[in-house]
Structure formats: C-alpha cells, structure tokens
C-alpha cells in the first residue's frame, strides 16, 4: 500500500510511520524540518516537505496515496484555521483519487470536562475545550465523508508520552535541569497513552477499522496529574513539582491553561474491540522506565 502521514517529523506522527513501514507498504511522510527528514529517509521512507499552509500540494498527495493520516499539529492562534484547511483538502483529495482509508487524528481534549463520568468513544462532547474546539466540527466531516469507495475514521489520542518529546519529556527535562516544574491543577486526572501503543491503533484503523468510527487510545488508568508529576520528578532526581492556579495559567498559556486543567476519566472500549491493547498500560508504575527511555531518545537525537 502507498500510505501517506501528515507530520512524520513530528512526535505522535514519526511514531505512527515508522509503525507502517514495512516491505508491504511505501510510506510518505510530511513535515517542514529537513533536519528531521532524514532520520525518515534513513529508515527507507519518502519524504514530502509539505506543510499544511500548502492545501494545494497536500490534497494532491493525499490523491495519490491508498491510507492517508492527517497525524500534523498546527501550532499558534490560527491552528484551527490551518488545520480545517488542510484536512479538509486532504480529504478532498482522497475522495478524488484512489484512496481507500483517511484517518484524522484528534484528542481527548474535545470531550471536555468529564468529572466523574467515563467518557467512551461514543461519548457527546459537552463543552470542549477551547484549546481544540474546532475539532468538533472536522470530526464530523471526516466521519460522514465515509462511504462505498472511502472509509473514514477518527482516533482521539490522550496525553501522549514516550521518547524525548510530550508534556512528561519536559517535565523530565525540568526536572533534570533542577527546574521545580508546575502543574496546572494537580487533583485532576488525564487519560496517558504511549505513542508507541497510539501507532498501534491507527495500524488496527487501517486494517480493520469501522467505517465513520471515532475510536479513542487511552491505558484506561485515572491517576491524579500531580501524581504523576511527582513520580515524574522524583524519577529524574529533581525537585517536587508545584501546582499552578488556572488563573495564573491562563495568562501565560492562554487556552491551553484550561485544557490541561480539565479532570478526565476516558475509556476505549471499541478500540479493544478491534483487539488492541496497550502494552504499556501504567504510566505511573513503570515511570523509571518511562525516564529511561526519554534520555535514551534524547541522547540519540
């Protein structure tokens, strides 16, 4: 299969394609780092240096692809904007051409505050959050583009750690550094997944998915966010985190501040059903190992 996946370069994406590449697959890979590129080129994938401000170019090559995953991130105030615009030529693109499986890649974040109801895939998000409210909306017409000749779907990862990269790798690095870091909230909880069991579904997406399904990779766990930051911190020897007011939060992260503040309990049972399990499935019991593997990965970058 000639698959193509948006933001190779980048941490979830360079995880998903490496996954799918194997003797049976030709891999594309997008992204804007040329530095990067070539850990891509160097494993035996194709490289196209589109970013997602170019629609033109990338509704071409999702034409050209049998898979195509929209795994990029925009990034600043107009993210939503970009990323509305690139997948919808994207998807456009595969309804042109001899696509067969789009796959976009959300997040938990659109599902809110869940408190302590248990958000599952079919889940009605409530009040997303701002940070990924224009999510909703593309959620929506990737799931009704599905149809006889193009099979669409959604997966909504968690808190993704793994590697040099995430919100765990900077906590390692601060702490590493003998930087107190902060956490906004503390008691609330998020739904951690690795990127490597992340990679895994979209794999089971492809092969076997159902068509216009959204499907969520999370480990299950429901573990306090302060928790884990302390374990973090003791892991890397370095100082206790600090909790951080939403409100101090907010002025320095804008939206993101309240994303990260929202408490989650969020399960994926039609991803186990496609007889996916995440083989990393604690976070906080094997957080040496988690550390291990991020200095590891920073040290080879």
């Keep these: 299969m000639r698959i193509l996946v948006t933001g190779a370069t980048g941490y ?11 003797g049976a697959n030709r891999v594309t890979g997008t992204g804007t780092s040329e530095a ?19 629609a033109e170019r990338l509704r071409r090559l999702a034409s050209e692809h049998d898979v195509v995953i929209h795994a990029a991130m925009a ?12 997948t919808l030529a994207l998807l456009q693109g595969a309804q042109e051409g001899r696509t067969e499986v789009f796959v976009y890649t ?60 995430g919100t765990l790798g900077g906590w390692f690095d601060a702490a590493m550094a003998g930087e107190p870091f902060r956490v906004v909230g503390g008691g609330n909880r998020w739904p951690w997944i690795h990127r490597d069991d992340v990679a895994e579904l979209y794999k089971r997406v492809i092969d076997i998915g159902a068509p216009g399904a959204v499907y969520h990779a999370t480990d299950g766990t429901e573990h306090p966010v302060i928790e884990v930051a302390k374990a973090a911190a003791a892991a890397a ?10 409100a101090d939060a907010r002025s320095e992260l804008g939206d993101i501040a309240e994303a990260l503040a929202l408490d989650q309990r969020v399960q994926s049972p039609r991803s ?13 019991a094997e957080i040496d190992r988690a550390f291990d593997e991020h200095v590891a990965s920073a040290e080879g970058a």
């Design 12 to 22: 979830v994406g360079s995880a998903i394609a490496a996954s799918l590449l194997n």
């Design 106 to 165: 959300s997040g938990v974040w659109i599902l809110g505050e869940t408190g302590d109801a248990i958000a599952a895939e079919d889940w009605a998000p409530r009040l997303p959050a701002r940070a990924a409210a224009w999510r909703q909306g593309l959620e929506r017409r990737v799931i009704e583009a599905s149809g006889d000749t193009l099979r669409t779907g959604v997966i909504r990862p968690g808190m993704v750690y793994g590697g040099a990269g």
């Design 75 to 86: 990034r600043g105030a107009q993210r939503g904007a970009l990323d509305e615009a690139a």
């Design 272 to 284: 186990r059903k496609l007889g996916w399990l995440p083989r990393r499935p604690d976070l906080l």
């Design 36 to 54: 990067r590129a070539a850990a891509l080129r160097e494993r035996g994938m194709h490289f196209e240096p589109a970013p997602l401000e170019d």
């Design 237 to 246: 020897g370095g100082r206790p985190p600090r909790t951080w007011a939403l």
